[in-house]
Nanobody, 128 residues
Framework: QVQLVESGGGLVQAGGSLRLSCAVS????????MGWFRQAPGKEHEFVAA????????EYEDSVKGRFTISRDDAKNAVSLQMNSLKPDDTAVYFC?????????????????????WGRGTQVTVSS
């Protein structure tokens, strides 16, 4: 397992932007597919976005398509989530996740329990 630390959360007005970052340590990022999940109060973890080991496969939850962009920088051992046109419904704690995959072209996962490392989360609050 690797250690993941999220940053970049905060309070923003609807329509604004935030950029979340995830610092990866204890391993080499290029060995992992990465994901972002979120959890609103009283709700289950919800898939937000994922990126494959090679970076060529990106997946997004329908409600964030066209607004959020996931990216990775293997040289810096970091993953980012650019969030634009934020809405109050985006309010949640956002978690960075990592999934070790032996197969370089393995598909990404939208399932929380298929990842094997999770950060502690960063709060995003969008006011109306």
């Amino acid at each position: 397992q690797v250690q993941l630390v999220e940053s970049g959360g905060g309070l923003v007005q609807a329509g604004g932007s935030l950029r979340l970052s995830c610092a990866v340590s204890g391993g080499t990022l290029r060995s992992y597919a990465m994901g972002w999940f979120r959890q609103a109060p009283g709700k289950e973890h919800e898939f937000v976005a994922a990126i494959s080991r090679h970076g060529g496969t990106l997946e997004y939850e329908d409600s964030v398509k066209g607004r959020f962009t996931i990216s990775r920088d293997d040289a810096k051992n970091a993953v980012s989530l650019q969030m634009n046109s934020l809405k109050p419904d985006d309010t949640a704690v956002y978690f960075c996740t990592a999934r070790a995959t032996v197969y370089y072209l393995a598909p990404v996962s939208r399932q929380w329990d298929e990842y094997d490392s999770w950060g502690r989360g960063t709060q995003v609050t969008v006011s109306s």
